[in-house]
């Protein structure tokens, strides 16, 4: 089969993928294999609810209800091309996808979507999953947004905070990125595993959007240090080890 990027199975069904292109279909729980051909030829993406195989692929969201036998395109009040990411099916009909137009919810098992983009300061979306009560969504800024499915047609999408460092170990220059979820006084710093300061690269207020920040790490000692975040009276931090 070569690199396997996905799985899965529901009873005895079973379909992976083949280094994002094809399909192969087991209905004996992996004991034996087939190739299927769906209509668009890569896929990036597998889901499978009541026996019903749903692929996300660049031209939309396919499904199939007889074993991969035929295949149709589910593209009611989808718009735009879809990324190639998960498509999460949870409590039986609900199914969330996810694309560089946006946020697409589908609660009766595909046959129709509506897109759920209120609230998102970025729409090109890279991930997507369905837990418990909740939709949870990332962007290409590396935000996360929540979203509670009782009332999650419009409007209720909540900029949660995100925090990273690129690379990491770092030898010259690393990249911070981090997103506030309120406007707050920032204070982002580099300090070494005494609590001694050795750079503050941030003390000022900030607005509630994605923030990069270069740091140069060719004076520090190699060694490992803590990187600080403080913001509306919170305090987070992560370990950064800087090589020569």
């Given amino acids: 089969m070569g690199r396997i990027d996905f799985i899965a199975s529901e009873g005895d069904l079973v379909v992976t993928n083949s280094e994002n292109y094809g399909l192969y279909l087991s209905t004996d729980l992996g004991r034996s294999w087939k190739f299927i051909y769906p209509p668009e030829v890569q896929v990036g993406s597998v889901q499978i609810d009541g026996g019903t195989i749903f692929i ?4 939309g969201v396919q499904c199939s209800g007889d074993d991969a036998q035929t295949w149709t395109y589910d593209l009611s009040g989808i718009g735009g091309e879809f990324f ?3 498509i999460v099916a949870n409590q039986g009909p609900t199914l969330l996808a996810v694309s560089v137009s946006g946020v697409f919810i589908s609660h009766n098992t595909g046959s129709s979507w509506f897109q759920a983009n209120a609230g998102l300061t970025d729409t090109f979306i890279i991930s997507g999953a369905i837990g418990g009560s909740n939709y949870y969504i990332e962007d290409s ?3 996360v947004y929540i979203a509670n499915k009782a009332t999650s047609s419009v409007g209720i999408m909540k900029h949660q905070f995100s925090f990273s ?3 990491n170990p770092v030898e010259n220059f690393a990249l911070i990125r981090y997103s506030l979820s309120t406007p ?3 204070t982002l710093s580099i300090s070494d ?5 050795e750079k503050l690269m941030v003390n000022d207020w900030q607005s509630s959007e994605l923030h990069d920040f270069s740091i140069d790490t060719r004076n520090l000692n190699p060694g490992i240090y803590e990187c600080f975040l ?3 009276g919170t305090e987070t931090s992560q370990k950064i080890v800087v090589l020569k």
């Fill in 56 to 59: 996300a692929t660049f031209g």
């Fill in 84 to 86: 190639p990411l998960p």
């Fill in 141 to 143: 800024s590396g935000a």
């Fill in 165 to 167: 460092i690129a690379p």
């Fill in 184 to 186: 707050s006084e920032v």
């Fill in 193 to 197: 595993l005494l609590g001694r300061t």
């Fill in 230 to 232: 403080e913001y509306n």
